[in-house]
Each structure stands twice: as structure tokens, then as C-alpha cells.
DNA sequence: AACATTCGCAACCGCCTGGGT
DNA sequence: GACCCAGGCGGTTGCGAATGT
């Protein structure tokens, strides 16, 4: 992990944007020779940049591979969704879109996304204010939860629509893990926002130290129509139980589930 | 047309983590 | 165990472009 400590001249490292010519030579050293320790290369480089800057650089502008343009509808609701669970972990959430940073996704987010949650929440801040308290707290993640959609006729976006189909271990952990985020429902959002919920489920603690057996069951599986995704069923516990890694789920008492644990895995 | 404001986004900054010494 | 340092991450800034007045 750590590099050798390097012999460098103290060199003023240069600030600003980019010029055409530093990114063609960032990008012919590491097409040819790979980053490897990132504060070296600048050096090996001919760059007058320290190693941070490079490698920004690369992960965010150069590297091959990064999608440019707007956000398709469905890396919009993967981001809400993820960011409903898992809060500013903008890395983690750009490993669920590919050829997106983490810092598109956070100026992405920043610049649109929050303030449609605003809207969100202020509409829902009427509706409670008019009497209207089925919905509570966390709107946005209601909003999205409800509006999670994907497109029926594309079985490619959801591996969930046939149930038969046994998806081997190794691809087990390709599946796109928005899928069990679209799958909670309104109430297990709830708890893991730590908020206030009707079935006295919430008490602020972390949702990792909630028995997700309850999230599993029937009770989830029907709990509102409105949620569902992938095609018009929601999947049951046994589909889930299929393709997902089973032993990511529950811990070695057999019992508990770490929600972290499934979306890092 | 001129100025003000907002938006979008690249890049920097500072903190944290983890591995080597 | 303490220290050092590279790498990684999230927050923030700054600037050009777009839009509004």
C-alpha cells in the first residue's frame, strides 16, 4: 500500500485547471506504465503537480471508461435511494453507477438532487399540516421509494423478474445492490433514518443493530403495492433468499443481518 | 446591452484511515 | 505503541457559462 518515501525536490506544485498538454502526458504515463504510487508520478510524469492532484485528475476527468453527460432517470433514482441509505457516501454510491465519480455524483447532487428533496419535503410538510400524517418523516425517500420504477419491458435492468433463474455467486456480487434498497419498504426506511415510525421499530439507533428477520417477511412483502419495482411483484423472501448471497445475510448465529455488510459486500 | 444572480462542475483542502517503520 | 505518510473521502470553493432582470 505505502510507497517507498520518495527522494523529490521541493517542487512548487502547480494549482489550477488542467491544460490539454498535462492531461496528455498524465494519460500516456499511466496508459503505459499504470499509476502506481500516485505521488510518484508526477515526477516520472514531467507534471509540476503533487500526487493528489493526479490522481483527481485521472479519476474524475481522464480514466477510461467515465460516462459524461446528464443523468439517465435510473442513475437518478439510484442515487436518491442510495443516498436515502446510506447518506453522503458518495464513493459507495458511485460504485452502484458505472463511468460515475464520486464527485460527479456529489456536485450532481448538490446542484439538483437536494433540491428536489427540498420540494419533497416542503410538499410533505403540507400534507402533514392539513392533517394528512400517513406519510411521515424522510419524505424523500418515500417519494422515491414510490416512484422507483423500472422499465417493465427491460428485463435486463432487473435480475429479480424471473424467479426460477439461480444466479451464481460470482455474479451474485454484480447485482446492482439498489435492488434490496428498492425492495425495503416505507417502514424499514423509516428505521434506518432513525426516525420516529408507526410500529415503534425506530428509536434512533442504527439501523445495522435492527433485526432485518422482520424486514424479510411476509409482512414487507405486502406491506404496499406502491414500492414495488422490477415488473409488478414484489419479490418474495425466498426469490431474495435465491439471488442474493444468502450467507451475506445472515450472520454465523444464523439471525441477524448488517445492512452494511450486504451493501459493501 | 449591461449588470446581477444562479448554475454546473473541476479542483482544492483538510481530515481520516491504514500500513510501514 | 507512536509516528509518518500515501491514499481516499467528503466538504467546500472558485470560476466560467447560462439565465434573469
Same mark, same amino acid.
Given at each position: 500500500m505505502r510507497c517507498k518515501p520518495l527522494? @523529490? !525536490? /521541493?517542487? /512548487?506544485?502547480?494549482? &489550477?485547471?488542467w491544460s490539454p498538454d498535462e492531461d496528455e502526458k498524465l494519460r #500516456?504515463?499511466?496508459?503505459? %506504465? &499504470?499509476? &502506481?504510487?500516485? =505521488?510518484a508520478v508526477p515526477l516520472n510524469a514531467g507534471l509540476e503537480r503533487n500526487g493528489k492532484s493526479c490522481r483527481l485528475r485521472w479519476n474524475n476527468y481522464l480514466r477510461p471508461g467515465l460516462k459524461r453527460g446528464a443523468f439517465t432517470m435510473q442513475e437518478k433514482e439510484t442515487v436518491l435511494t442510495l443516498h436515502g441509505l446510506l447518506g453522503n457516501k458518495w464513493s459507495v454510491i458511485s460504485q452502484h453507477l458505472s463511468g460515475r465519480t464520486d464527485n460527479e455524483i456529489k456536485n %450532481?447532487?448538490? =446542484? %439538483?438532487l437536494k433540491k428536489q428533496v427540498a420540494k419533497s419535503d416542503n410538499l410533505e410538510a403540507q400534507n402533514t399540516n392539513t392533517g394528512n400524517t400517513e406519510l411521515l418523516s424522510s419524505s424523500y425517500v418515500n417519494s422515491v421509494t414510490r416512484n422507483l420504477s423500472f422499465d417493465s419491458s427491460d428485463s435486463g435492468n432487473c435480475p %429479480?423478474? #424471473?424467479t426460477?433463474?439461480?444466479? !451464481? @455467486?460470482?455474479?451474485?456480487?454484480k447485482l446492482p445492490k439498489i435492488l434490496f434498497a428498492d425492495w425495503l419498504s416505507l417502514k424499514e426506511f423509516h428505521v434506518y433514518q432513525g426516525l420516529a415510525c408507526k410500529d415503534g421499530f425506530s428509536n434512533g439507533k442504527n439501523y445495522q443493530d435492527t433485526p432485518v428477520h422482520g424486514l424479510l417477511s411476509n409482512e414487507a412483502s405486502t406491506e404496499s403495492s406502491e414500492t414495488v419495482n422490477c415488473g409488478s411483484n414484489y419479490p418474495n423472501e425466498d426469490m431474495f433468499r435465491t439471488q442474493m448471497n444468502i450467507d451475506q445475510l445472515f450472520n454465523s448465529n444464523g439471525e441477524y443481518f448488517n445492512i452494511d455488510d450486504f451493501l459493501y459486500m
Open positions: 527522494e @523529490r !525536490p /521541493k517542487l /512548487k506544485h502547480k494549482k &489550477g485547471f #500516456d504515463y499511466i496508459m503505459n %506504465y &499504470g499509476h &502506481g504510487c500516485w =505521488s %450532481y447532487w448538490h =446542484s %439538483y %429479480y423478474t #424471473d426460477n433463474q439461480q444466479v !451464481p @455467486r460470482a455474479q451474485t456480487n
